[in-house]
């Protein structure tokens, strides 16, 4: 199986989802040739929804065999070879081809498309520059790692602590839901219909869990969110129908005790952010954005009226960030705050104010490489834009890592300032063995001494979470790995498979 069917988040990207904008045509009226030179053909049609791709982003090979079949076929191009519906079931095309995502007749005339082509081919390099190995990478200290023996492949969708309780859970591909103890006892296991990708605790424990479906790329919506009671003996539907769920949040926004319920709905060709209200027995679904790709969502108040906003990762397509102020109940303004190119693969945010202005900033990460473009990318990594006090950010610092999924920020040292762990779902085994986890320790502004622990090499670590699990004051780390093959090219000999690493700070 390949690799881009491993991942929730981006899983299948549209890549490049070139789209008709200015000279659009109907079914019935052939589109006519343009006096316009590919540069400026590329522009119109390939970066009307987007972020414009530029052609140093990618290789001449990863365009011609791979990017630019896909983006032909969403303007109606038939390419030799290339079936966009490959891998699909037939229920799933059908539902595609409601969308029109790939019209059965052109939307630019074939002489224009093939200018397209030809500039791309043209100003794109033979290779990418490469991410230089970190040869300064220190030992990680002050953290214990703890795993379980797995034989079977890891396969884990979802980590998660409870300091309440001093556990954590974890989630597997096959639905299952296992507790356990901060010693690595076993204490409890729920079985689900498919896997979580997201939970909340109450009062009791496990509170809520998302259910997202079927994993793979799709467009059915057999996702839902359950509610666990009885110390999660039993359980019982709240949401259904979901399109490939990944993160849900909850708010009262009218001060009635009744929380409604965010969920980004990730989808495949389409998806959904929307929120639900409880309307007697049932819940109301009010929609804020049709596009697939919602993944991250973060409560904040950004313009300090007392509301909490929500702040939204997309991260397919049309990549981007955007808040979504709460003006009232039920009354939401969208502001696009950050777009980025459609290959860079984003995958999550953070909110921290780094700076310590009072202001909140964004860590992003970028590094999901399960799109039709697998090559090693260098501007994948972790950014953090910086709140110039009015909600514009601004990128004040990267740090280049292939593959880079999850990064949070945080004073796990305790010396005043912030660190950042982040891992990678595809680092360069070959090159760089330390690559798959970092410990970025802040050793003056904005300066950061790398770190890394043997055991990180044993996984794919595509979930991470931080809390203080032992209530000792300081933060653990808790990492999932999935992958469905126990060793890939450029592991270790001594590799073995583990579904999760508990680091346990000592400092």
């Known amino acids: 199986m390949k690799l881009y069917y491993l991942a929730f988040v981006a899983i299948l990207g549209l890549a490049l989802s070139c789209k008709n ?128 023996k797995d034989n079977s492949a890891s396969l884990t969708t979802m980590v998660r602590f409870n300091p309440k309780d ?70 019982k539907t709240i949401l259904e129908g979901l399109k490939r769920p990944v993160r849900f949040v909850q708010l009262d926004l009218n001060n009635d005790g009744q929380n409604e319920i965010f969920v980004s709905e990730f989808g495949y060709q389409s998806g959904l952010f929307a929120w639900y209200e409880k309307k007697a027995d049932k819940w109301k679904r009010h929609v804020l954005s049709y596009q697939s790709g919602a993944s991250e969502i973060k409560l904040h108040d950004f313009n300090n009226d007392g509301l909490k906003d929500l702040m939204v990762l997309f991260a397919q397509g049309d990549e981007h ?90 004073d796990f040292d305790k010396d005043g300032d912030y660190d950042i762990v982040a891992t990678s779902f595809f680092p360069d085994d070959s090159k760089e063995p330390s690559s798959s986890f970092v410990y970025l320790e802040q050793t003056t502004s904005m300066l950061f001494k790398t770190k890394s622990l043997s055991e990180a090499k044993n996984g794919r670590w595509m979930t991470m979470d931080i809390a203080d699990a032992d209530a000792d004051g300081d933060l653990d780390i808790l990492l999932g790995s999935f992958m469905l093959n126990n060793k890939t090219e450029g592991m270790s000999e001594n590799f073995q498979s583990v579904p999760f690493l508990l680091l346990s700070n000592t400092k």
């Open 166 to 235: 001093k556990t954590f859970w974890i989630a597997k591909m096959n639905g299952e839901l296992v507790n356990y103890d901060l010693s690595l006892k076993q204490l409890n296991k729920i079985f689900l219909n498919t896997p979580a990708l997201d939970l909340q605790f109450g009062q009791e424990g496990l509170s809520e869990v998302l259910e997202c479906g079927q994993m793979t790329p799709n467009e059915q919506n057999s996702g839902k969110l359950i509610k666990m009671s009885n110390g999660a003996k039993s359980s």
């Open 21 to 148: 904008s200015s000279q659009s045509t109907s079914e019935s009226t052939p589109p006519m040739p343009s006096d316009k030179n590919g540069k400026e053909l590329s522009e119109i049609y390939c970066g009307g929804c987007h972020v414009y791709p530029e052609p140093n982003l990618l290789d001449k090979k990863t365009w011609i065999d791979k990017l630019l079949p896909n983006m032909g076929a969403r303007l109606g191009i038939k390419t030799p070879d290339y079936d966009p519906y490959k891998d699909l079931n037939q229920f799933d095309v059908m539902l595609i081809e409601g969308l029109n995502t790939y019209p059965s007749t052109p939307k630019i005339h074939p002489k224009d498309w093939q200018k397209i082509v030809s500039y791309y081919k043209e100003s794109a390099p033979d290779t990418l520059s490469r991410i230089l190995p970190k040869t300064d990478v220190e030992n990680l200290e002050n953290f214990k790692a703890l795993s379980v």
């Open 321 to 410: 960030i955007s808040i979504y102020y709460n003006n009232n109940f039920g009354e939401f303004r969208e502001e696009r705050i950050l777009s980025f190119s459609p290959v860079y693969g984003s995958a999550d945010i953070d909110l921290v104010d780094f700076n310590k202005d009072g202001y909140t900033d964004i860590l992003y990460t970028n590094g999901d490489n399960a799109d039709f473009s697998m090559i090693k990318k260098p501007y994948h990594g972790i950014r953090l834009f910086i709140n110039d006090k009015k909600n514009k950010f601004t990128e004040k610092w990267f740090y280049p890592m292939y593959g880079a999924f999850r990064a949070k920020a945080a």
